[in-house]
């Protein structure tokens, strides 16, 4: 089975940075696209960015463009989301997951999840 653990999370400063990690097992890595997704108490959840396979091809939501960066190591089965000028709307809580196609952006284009990890951004 795929498993997907994300890591980095924690509380930063208004404009301050952090870097998420999330390694996959159980499956082969390079097969998926990977995207990140986020929740916030009381809210849906928010595609943040998506790579494809190879790493070629990114795409982010507006929110995010010029401050988060996704990235993927094939050989560490391991995909990345660089998040700096953090603001405190970007507490939540951060997902990875795997998909098709380097297209998705909806939550329901997606079929594995990892257990999320938290950021808190305080002002």
């Known amino acids: 089975q795929v498993q997907l653990v994300e890591s980095g999370g924690g509380l930063v400063q208004a404009g301050g940075s952090l870097r998420l990690s999330c390694a996959m097992s159980?499956?082969?890595?390079?097969?998926?696209?990977m995207g990140w997704f986020r929740q916030a108490p009381g809210k849906e959840r928010e595609f943040v960015a998506v790579?494809?396979?190879?790493?070629?091809?990114?795409h982010s939501a507006d929110s995010v463009k010029g401050r988060f960066t996704i990235s993927r190591d094939n050989a560490k089965n391991t995909v990345y989301l660089q998040m700096n000028s953090l603001k405190p709307e970007d507490t939540a809580v951060y997902y990875c997951?795997?998909?098709?196609?380097?297209?998705?952006?909806?939550?329901?284009?997606?079929?594995?999840w990892g257990q999320g990890t938290q950021v808190t951004v305080s002002s």
């Open positions: 159980g499956r082969t890595f390079s097969s998926y696209t």
């Open positions: 790579i494809s396979r190879g790493g070629g091809s990114t």
């Open positions: 997951a795997t998909a098709l196609f380097s297209t998705a952006t909806m939550p329901h284009e997606y079929d594995y």
